[in-house]
């Protein structure tokens, strides 16, 4: 079985640019949820999708959006981008989402830098 | 709110030592405890996890963890490191409540040395 896909692998804006990330989670898995690594840091919590729904929300600007579609798939939109939105933006999916109890499976990752 | 600290940034061991990774916690309500592995260009990867019962974890790749609760420390522990462990290692906690909040530490980088 394929894991957690991501996309695209890389990608290059500029300031006050949007982009979109997404990401396609391992097959019969429900919950979705992104993560940003700065680089020398680890992940932060930007948001958890479960059945469509967002279920959890990280200290994150309103520029930051994202959604989940009937295939369980997601995408991570990020409006006027600043430097410091540079990093690697994670995925991860789990069969469910109720507890983290449920092991949740990383995709490699989308690296944004931003000039 | 939660909060990890990893004491070492860095940690250089020699092949075949053994290692401990340090990891310590704050949180004001009752926690799970995690460690990730991240290889070069790659995504995070469980090795184990605390959720109840013996305070003795074991993962895979022969890793193994002691939950502390006295001394809020979740520390990861493998008796004999090879060249395939060179990584970053996180720690990670999450409360008890509904969803999948993670709370990650800065990292460690394991630099396992021929």
């Known amino acids: 079985d394929a894991g957690v896909t991501q996309s695209p692998t890389h990608l290059i804006k500029t300031r006050g640019q949007h982009v979109t990330l997404r990401c396609s989670p391992i097959?019969?898995?429900?919950?979705v949820s992104w993560y940003q690594q700065v680089l020398g840091q680890g992940p932060q919590f930007i948001f958890q999708?479960?059945?469509?729904?967002?279920?959890g929300r990280g200290n994150f600007p309103d520029r930051f959006s994202a959604r989940q579609f009937p295939n369980y798939s997601s995408e991570l939109n990020v409006n006027a981008l600043l430097l410091g939105d540079s990093a690697l933006y994670l995925c991860?999916?789990?069969?469910?989402?109720?507890?983290?109890?449920?092991?949740?499976?990383f995709g490699p990752g989308t690296r944004l830098t931003v000039l | 709110a939660q909060s990890v600290t990893q004491l070492d940034s860095q940690v250089p061991v020699f092949e075949e030592a053994p290692v401990e990774l340090r990891c310590n916690y704050s949180?004001?309500?009752?926690?799970?405890l995690f460690w990730y592995v991240q290889y070069p260009n790659q995504g995070l990867q469980l090795l184990l996890k605390?959720?109840?019962?013996?305070?003795l974890v074991k993962g895979i790749n022969g890793f193994e963890a002691e939950f502390n609760k006295s001394q809020t420390s979740f520390h990861l522990r493998k008796p004999s490191v090879h060249i395939s462990d060179t990584a970053e290692y996180f720690c990670?906690?999450?409360?008890?409540?509904?969803?999948?909040?993670?709370?990650f530490g800065p990292g460690t980088r394991l630099s396992v040395l021929p």
């Open positions: 991860a999916s789990s069969l469910y989402s109720a507890v983290s109890t449920d092991t949740q499976y």
């Open positions: 097959s019969g898995h429900k919950s």
């Open positions: 999708y479960y059945e469509k729904e967002e279920r």
């Open positions: 949180s004001s309500v009752s926690v799970y």
């Open positions: 605390y959720l109840s019962g013996s305070t």
């Open positions: 990670a906690v999450s409360d008890r409540g509904y969803g999948q909040n993670f709370v």
